[in-house]
């Protein structure tokens, strides 16, 4: 008569304690992440289902430090509206697309943004969108896009543009 939630043992901790504790995460590492979150995340579009909370607390390994996408809690239906039924954003601010602070619906390119916010997050140990408010952060997610003039050893050339369309203001012009 009880209900629960059941789900893998992550002893790995999330990326969010190994950002703090180690900070920026080498290429081939933040790359493997990448790789891993994204089959996670290209599966969930799959069937029709949006993340829409892609942050570092939500990115857990296992004992192998393998990782896994998780909190499923705001999972939506691709059909789905970004604001929940009180009329409340949802998401976490440094992560949430600008389609969605205008008040339009939540796509794949809406996760892809967010995950390219974490990817760099990852190779920089800096969160890209951040301020002292909401309203700051929410700014900034409009402003031009700034990115590093040289980026950490080991990153490659041509990184920026890659973060130029995945962070592209246009959806639709993301990677899909």
Not at 9 to 27: E, F, R
Not at 42 to 59: C, Q, S, V, W, Y
Not at 110 to 139: I, N, Q, R
Request: charged content about 20%; some cysteine.
């Amino acid at each position: 008569g009880r209900i629960f939630i059941a789900m893998r043992y992550l002893p790995g901790g999330s990326l969010k304690q190994h950002l703090q504790q180690a900070g920026p995460i080498p290429w081939e590492q933040a790359l493997r992440i990448l790789e891993e979150v994204s089959d996670g995340l290209g599966e969930a579009h799959a069937k029709g289902m949006l993340h829409r909370d892609i942050k570092p607390e939500n990115i857990l390994f296992d004992a192998h430090g393998e990782a896994v996408l998780t909190d499923f809690g705001l999972v939506k239906a691709a059909s789905g509206t970004s604001l929940s039924s009180s009329g409340v954003l949802i998401g976490t601010p440094a992560y949430i697309a600008p389609e969605i602070w205008s008040g339009k619906p939540a796509t794949p390119a809406t996760d892809v943004y967010a995950l390219a916010c974490v990817f760099y997050e990852m190779l920089t140990g800096k969160v890209l969108f951040e301020g002292e408010s909401t309203p700051e952060v929410m700014k900034k997610h409009f402003d031009p896009l700034v990115l590093p003039e040289t980026w950490p050893a080991g990153v490659p050339q041509g990184i920026s543009e890659v973060f130029s369309q995945s962070l592209g203001k246009d959806p639709l012009k993301r990677y899909s």
